[in-house]
């Protein structure tokens, strides 16, 4: 298993990645690099915001409530 793997503090599989710094489970569990684990909600909308221009391209993860 490599450094980047989690393993689910739920159901103790490991977890797969969606984006750098964000991996998820098929128990429902997720983690991100800066809040930790969470669990998700089938409303939880998850994609990658750019920066504004001018300033060093990086990518955001971005996690939006579905209206």
Do not use: Y
């Given at each position: 298993?490599?450094k980047?793997?989690?393993?689910?503090?739920?159901?103790?599989?490991?977890?797969?990645q969606?984006?750098?710094?964000?991996?998820?489970?098929?128990?429902?569990?997720?983690?991100?690099?800066?809040?930790?684990?969470?669990?998700?909600?089938?409303?939880?909308?998850f994609?990658l915001?750019?920066?504004?221009?001018?300033?060093?391209?990086?990518?955001?993860?971005?996690?939006?409530?579905?209206?």
């Open positions: 298993m490599g980047s793997n989690k393993v689910c503090t739920n159901c103790g599989r490991r977890m797969k969606q984006f750098i710094g964000l991996q998820h489970c098929k128990c429902g569990m997720s983690w991100k690099k800066d809040i930790g684990f969470f669990e998700r909600t089938s409303d939880m909308v994609g915001r750019h920066n504004a221009p001018g300033k060093k391209p990086s990518r955001m993860i971005e996690i939006r409530r579905e209206n």
